[in-house]
């Protein structure tokens, strides 16, 4: 998978990620992006070390998942870091 392929799963692993997780989180739309891509990196991470996945494909549903959990662990640790509760 290209840069820009991968920065644009990112940006919309982030998104999703914002919407799977309740309450309001820290930082405004443009952090969540960003953090996106950083758990999509993550996720792909994680997932070539632990499941041996391959993240190359663009529309691979295992892509998507693994760059959907990896922004959902790097907002949570945000959260977390920034010291905002969420509601639930």
Known sequence: ?????????????????????????????????ILGVVGALLGGFIGSALFGADMNEFFSLESWLLAIGGALI???????????????
């Open 1 to 33: 998978m290209g840069f820009f392929a991968f920065l644009l799963l990112g940006l919309i692993a982030g998104a999703i990620a914002k919407l799977i997780l309740p309450g309001k989180q820290a930082g405004g739309w443009v952090i969540t992006l």
């Open 74 to 88: 790097v907002l949570v640790v945000y959260g977390a870091l920034t010291g905002r509760k969420s509601r639930a």
